[in-house]
């Protein structure tokens, strides 16, 4: 009776550790961007690369801006495991002054399900420059 336990507790076991989970897992090259000095009216956009680093497709379930001059567009198709994606950020620059937004993306990602990316920088008025 002891070597049938055994033998089906090894079993197990060995089922157990084959039977690896599959997760998808997100890595970004880079969580902030700066903008540096932009001028009024110059091209805002700018994206945000990641890798899906896990073993599971990786879904951006959604993308929010912390207001409504930074729109980011997110990956609609889900993301490979080893596949490259970006966000895209678009920062209206028609207002002078600092930039200091947050975009949230939320993910099915196991280990970082929702991640707070920056942006920064300066718009500046090209005529109030001398």
Known sequence: MKKIVLIVFVGLLGFALNAQEKVAKIEFDSQTID??????????????????????????????????????????????????????????????????KTITVSTNAVDNPNIALKIKGTVFNKSSVQ
């Open 35 to 100: 903008y540096g000095k932009i001028e009024k009216g110059a091209n805002g956009v700018r994206v945000f690369t990641f890798t899906n680093t896990g073993n599971a497709p990786l879904v951006i379930s959604d993308a929010r801006s912390s207001c409504g001059c930074t729109i980011p567009k997110k990956p609609e198709k889900p993301i490979a495991p080893g596949e490259k994606g970006e966000i895209q950020v678009k920062y209206d620059t028609n207002r002078v002054g600092p930039i200091r």
